[in-house]
């Protein structure tokens, strides 16, 4: 194992250089907009570092919720990866041959929208989540 | 500037024009995906333009996108355009091998006014356009769905003279070949079956599931408007803020025909409000910068048809599945060896449009 300081900290070390102090000396501003994007992927990799595990292991006990039939109680952290995709892979099988209905496809619908909040808190945290837009 | 490349340019021109042509200043313009653009500066000695012009060439690029036509058949979509009276440049002197072997090219006239979507919305100067941009679009619309299969039965026709698309193509990347949208419905019988077959297609390729998306299409195909109700016409395909020029006195062009077809006039009116296009401005529903009804009323006085609100949701619902699926492929194609940091930062933002999808699909239940 490396020493600290951790992954995510040398990643949010970066996004600061890229927009405090890089950003500024960019005079071409096309270059100046990618230095940008570089930064919030690098900022944004970084909060994925940190929310992973958490939010690996909310996804997976909802799947499994779900998939009752096929899913698996593994809990060794190195297999889970492993076990979403699998069930990932079913729950889009499902919906894609309208297995789903009624109570089933509701579940799966308030599944995936908290998933999808999850996912944007982390990739695009600025991201509007309200329901009630026009 | 490409010495050989002006010099090819005037002598395209001269051939073109029937007198001499000079070349003053030869520019590259930021393209599209599947274009390359540059402002030209010429001295026309002859024909209808005689005299110093500003022009746009436009040029096939080295890789195209599925679904979009390369710049023959788009010269064919704008001259139809133009002729119903539509506010975009004219396109003139087709040429090939111009700017590339094997590229399609032609010039457009030079249009002024702004583009940048955050601009569009945003900009103190445009603020006098934007109260009058839905209504001037609506009309704009009208025009580009008065072309119908009727009118024009062999728009998108290959013919001999019609050049394959160019480029690159899934296809020959060697990967699982995608449903030609064009090729399918050539004849225009059918805006909504090739289409959901076309967005399964870009699904399919994708290698990791995406739940989320399987759900919507599904949800799609199973709340599809009523068979019948969708009529055929022209649609722009991409009609949306940053594809058309705003100056301080309002719309000055509409652009960007490469991803025109058969469809139905909902999906052009659904796509300027889908949620990515209002650049930040979620309040302003039609493209960040006016509401629903100011752009349906424009249409409907002008087009003579009623916009069903229902149908047109259910479009945008679409143009949120297909905009998450493109934004994906754009990821994809970094991953491919396309070593561009925006096509990454992109596909990483499809959960924008996922998660916009869903929300659309929940509202209407």
């Known amino acids: 194992m490396i020493d600290p300081?951790?992954?995510?900290?040398?990643?949010?070390?970066?996004?600061?250089?890229?927009?405090?102090e890089?950003?500024?000396?960019?005079?071409?501003?096309?270059?100046?907009?990618?230095?940008?994007?570089?930064?919030?992927?690098?900022?944004?990799?970084?909060?994925?570092l940190r929310g992973d595990d958490a939010q690996d292991a909310a996804e997976l006990e909802r799947l499994r919720a779900l998939l009752p039939d096929v899913a698996t109680q593994q809990n060794d952290p190195a297999e889970r990866r492993a076990e979403l995709a699998r069930l990932n892979g079913e729950l889009a099988k499902r919906l894609r041959g309208g297995a789903l209905d009624g109570d089933a496809w509701r579940a799966a619908f308030d599944h995936l929208q908290a998933t999808l909040a999850e996912k944007l808190r982390v990739v695009s945290p600025r991201f509007e989540l309200k329901p009630d837009i026009e | 500037m490409s010495d050989e490349l002006r010099l090819r340019i005037e002598r395209h021109l001269t051939e073109a024009t029937g007198g001499a042509a000079s070349v003053r200043a030869l520019d590259p313009l930021v393209g599209g995906a599947c274009q390359d653009n540059w402002l030209v500066e010429a001295e026309l000695s002859s024909g209808p333009l005689a005299g110093w012009r500003k022009l746009v060439l436009r040029s096939d690029a080295l890789v195209s996108l599925t679904g979009s036509l390369d710049r023959a058949g788009e010269l064919r979509v704008v001259e139809a355009a133009v002729a119903a009276g539509v506010r975009t440049p004219a396109a003139?002197?087709?040429?090939?091998?111009?700017?590339?072997?094997?590229?399609?090219?032609?010039?457009?006239?030079?249009?002024?006014?702004?583009?940048?979507?955050?601009?569009?919305?945003g900009s103190p100067q445009l603020e006098a356009a934007r109260a009058r941009l839905a209504d001037e679009l609506g009309r704009e619309l009208a025009k580009i769905h008065s072309i119908t299969p009727a009118t024009h039965p062999s728009l998108f026709e290959r013919d001999g003279n019609l050049p394959q698309p160019s480029g690159k193509t899934p296809q020959q990347d060697g990967k699982t070949p995608q449903p030609d949208l064009r090729a399918a419905d050539p004849r225009g019988t059918d805006p909504i079956g090739p289409l959901l077959a076309f967005t399964r297609g870009m699904l399919e390729t994708i290698p990791e599931p995406r739940p989320a998306l399987e759900l919507a299409l599904r949800w799609l195909d199973e709340h599809r408007p009523a068979p019948g109700a969708a009529e055929v016409t022209l649609v722009h395909g991409d009609f949306r803020t940053g594809n058309f020029l705003v100056t301080p006195s309002g719309l000055s062009a509409i652009l960007d025909w490469e991803f025109a077809r058969w469809g139905t006039p909902a999906e052009d009116l659904a796509w300027i409000s889908v949620r990515d296009w209002r650049f930040g401005r979620l309040d302003r529903p039609v493209g960040g910068f006016a509401r629903r009804e100011e752009l349906y009323r424009a249409y409907e006085q002008a087009s003579g048809r009623r916009v069903d609100p229902a149908e047109v949701r259910w479009w945008e619902i679409v143009g949120n599945v297909r905009w998450a699926l493109g934004s994906i492929h754009q990821g994809l194609r970094y991953l491919a060896g396309d070593r561009d940091l925006e096509l990454i930062a992109i596909g990483r933002r499809s959960v924008e449009m996922e998660w916009e999808a869903l929300r659309l699909i929940g509202r209407s239940r």
């Not at chain 1, 890089?22 to 900022?43: E, N, Q, S, Y």
């Open chain 2, 92 to 121: 003139r002197w087709p040429a090939r091998d111009l700017t590339r072997a094997g590229a399609n090219a032609y010039f457009l006239d030079f249009a002024d006014g702004e583009a940048i979507g955050r601009r569009v919305v």
């Open chain 1, 22 to 48: 890089l950003k500024g000396a960019v005079a071409d501003p096309k270059l100046g907009f990618r230095v940008l994007i570089a930064a919030h992927l690098t900022a944004s990799v970084a909060a994925e």
């Open chain 1, 5 to 20: 300081p951790d992954k995510a900290t040398l990643l949010d070390a970066v996004a600061l250089f890229l927009v405090g």
